[in-house]
């Protein structure tokens, strides 16, 4: 298992990216005060929190630019085993597991949209 990020290094990295806490937040998905309380607190960062800012911080795409157009929120559960595998394929493909995810989402949303609003619609005949 790959060692531990520690807030120094997390903090020399935002400041060597030119990023800020919104901007790491908003990657990681939480308020800023939650990572306010990650690098200025002695207790251990989240081992997912982790998972996404090792993501970020492998990403050639980690610019704020990349994190923009971003506009709505949907919270999605993995276990832990799953997010792990999210985060190493994101790695691979050198983007944040945010963006991975939500590619792969639009890609069945736009791949046959009729096909997937049909299967969503009750059928004729059939009651509610």
């Not at 997390?10 to 939480?30: E, M, S």
């Not at 308020?31 to 081992?47: E, G, H």
């Not at 691979?92 to 963006?99: A, D, G, I, K, Y």
Request: some cysteine.
């Amino acid at each position: 298992m790959e060692a531990d990020l520690n807030s120094q290094e997390i903090i020399r990295w935002l400041k060597a990216a030119a990023h800020d806490r919104y901007w790491l937040a908003d990657g990681c998905g939480v308020q800023k005060r939650t990572v306010d309380n990650w690098l200025s607190s002695s207790c251990a960062i989240p081992r997912k929190a982790q998972l996404i800012i090792k993501a970020l911080m492998a990403s050639k795409l980690s610019s704020s630019a990349a994190m923009a157009g971003v506009s709505q929120s949907l919270v999605l559960h993995f276990s832990e085993k799953e997010f792990e595998s999210i985060c190493d394929i994101a790695r691979v493909l050198e983007v944040s597991p945010l963006q991975w995810v939500e590619a792969e989402v639009l890609k069945v949303i736009h791949s046959e949209p009729y096909k997937v609003l049909r299967s969503l619609s009750p059928r004729e005949g059939e009651s509610d």
